[in-house]
């Protein structure tokens, strides 16, 4: 089941709402459509015309590059899905547990590279910016690859692996360290039969402002949590200006792209989506590319002949 409860009532209405605002009376609007199209040719003029381009990302992107989405078929950490850990629940009942999980992910990430899917969006976004011309991504991803890539003008939806946030005093900070701390050293192995290392509270990350020293917890928005209101705020706004989405990697019954693209899409604005599959949604939008998006991307963002800044 996609986590579509992690978003509140509250947020979700809100954005269902912003639905309706950014139309205006002269814009023609095209709900559902026949049936979307394959034609690169045809992308590629959107494309070359575009001036504010909004790209949402998914698992699919990340999962190119190896990264594991503890999703899906075979999808387990020990004998756990992320969503019995990724709660705020699991690390209120076993913080040890949840910190295995984290260093393990991020051990694996630190080995990871950006593909050639997140090499096309960051050299498209340094290429059109130089033309005065925005590429803006929205990542539900929490790896990093997208900034490792080189891309800049970045949200991160979900928050990263590599920030912390004091459980104490709020602090949120950038954490790069591997292992976290002595105590992770070795541990988080996946195999089903290891057994917690059941580090004691004291010895988990601590919070290192002067006179704190809190537990600290990983920065990334856990199932049943709100996603934080001043990054969606900015999200609403990119999608209200864009003239152009590309939803990368992420099946469009999921959220965030089953509410955020919709609502391009509402404004008659043209919905590319980049995926392994096909989904249901798929029909509500102008363009579908079937395939790895490291093949797709490349081609769909490579400079068009009208550029004439490169
Ligand atoms: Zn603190």
Redesign the pocket.
Known sequence: MPPLWIVPNRLFSRLYCGLKSPISTQTKICLTMARPSSNMADFRKCFAKAKHIVVISGAGISAESGVPTFRGEGGYWRKWKAQDLATPQAFARNPSQVWEFYHYRREVVQSKEPNAGHLAIAECQARLHRQGRQVVVITQNIDELHRKAGTRNLLEIHGSLFKTR?T??G?VAENYKSPICPALSGKGAPDPQTQDAGIPVEKLPR?E?AG?G?LLRPHVVWFGENLDPAILEEVDKELALCDLCLVVGTSSVVYPAAMFAPQVSARGVPVAEFNTETTPATNRFRFHFQGPCGTTLPEALAPHETETVS
């Open positions: 004091c104490s005093c602090v919070c402002e704190c809190g």
